[in-house]
């Protein structure tokens, strides 16, 4: 654990000293970080997502993960994009030839989103890179969108003692949006939506069918998944119906490990805790074993 890492992770879990380190970030943070390759416009009203991202502890698992997995010729739907931190690293990716759709309601967060996709995007194809300010959920509708004023990644479809502030946004299903955007199937689905992943799982049914060889990267918190109307087991469930076979991702250098007790996992995911899932189908199954 570094130093900054430290300082951030541990010594400012107090509420109060975070409140006074969280204004002190503020005024500290850069407008870009650069991971990897990738540039990240950062918002300067977000002390967490902004803040982890400037002292280099933002999801460090997930992004050794993804940026191993990710090839040139992929297509990543990004849900939950935020300011566009995967959507960065698929376009810097040497090479890239496929498509990125980036889907994020909050428009705060969108306003850098769009500055993120601007900055990588030089070096891809024509149209390439997409940007979708629609709710991903399981049927078209209009959501209330609750916000967390010190958390910009931490907005939700359902209220919550955190939150404060919200917006009325449309949503609709990631096939009914890939349809509209001429995605026929993805290799890459990243979804982080704060408990409403179940809800994109069940819109994006076609798009996964469609979908033979892909990789899901999702967030599993069963408190956030019961506060949206499904359950963390069944939300494990709904997966492993699609097809795709379940791996925890845990450690800063993004190991796998194949997920034997879905069960036990959720015994172990309660009240804020949650663990990170790889879900893969088709020849990729076969690549992660033999590795």
């Known amino acids: 654990m570094t130093i900054a890492e430290f300082v951030y992770t541990t010594l400012l879990k107090p509420r109060l000293l975070r409140r006074a380190a969280n204004a002190a970030i503020r005024l500290s943070l850069p ?48 849900v939950g994009a935020n300011v566009g931190l995967y959507s960065a690293l698929a376009l810097s990716t040497p090479g890239f030839r496929g498509r990125v759709l980036a889907i994020e309601p909050h428009s705060e967060s969108r306003a850098y989103l769009h500055k993120t996709i601007e900055s990588n995007a030089a070096q891809a194809p024509p149209g390439a890179a997409l940007i979708c300010g629609l709710a991903a959920s399981d049927r078209a509708e209009t959501v209330t ?45 990243k979804i982080d939506v704060q408990g409403a992943e179940a809800k994109v799982v069940r819109g994006a049914t076609e798009l996964l069918a469609a979908s033979r060889d892909c990789i899901l990267m999702t967030e599993f918190w069963p408190y956030g998944l019961s506060r949206c109307g499904t359950d963390g087991l069944a939300y494990l469930e709904i997966l492993q119906d699609l097809g795709l076979r379940l791996y925890q991702l845990s450690g800063s250098r993004g190991v796998l490990a194949p997920l034997s007790s879905p069960r036990a996992l959720v015994e172990r995911t309660h009240g804020r805790r949650y663990a990170n899932l790889v879900a893969v189908k088709g020849n990729l199954v076969e690549a992660l074993r033999l590795e």
């Not at 991971?35 to 997502?49: E, I, K, R």
Request: proline share 5%; with cysteine; glycine share 8%.
């Open 145 to 189: 969108l609750y916000q967390n004023p010190e958390n910009k990644g931490d907005n939700r479809l359902y209220p919550d003692p955190l939150l404060r502030g919200a917006e009325t946004v449309d949503a609709d299903t990631v096939d009914n949006i890939c349809r509209r955007h001429g995605i026929a199937s993805a290799q890459f689905i």
């Open 31 to 78: 407008e870009r970080a650069r991971v990897g390759g990738a540039m990240v416009w950062l918002n300067p009203q977000d002390p967490v997502v902004s803040g982890a991202l400037t002292f280099g502890v933002y999801e460090r698992g997930e992004i050794a993960f993804f940026r191993s997995r990710f090839r040139a010729d992929m297509t990543l739907v990004d």
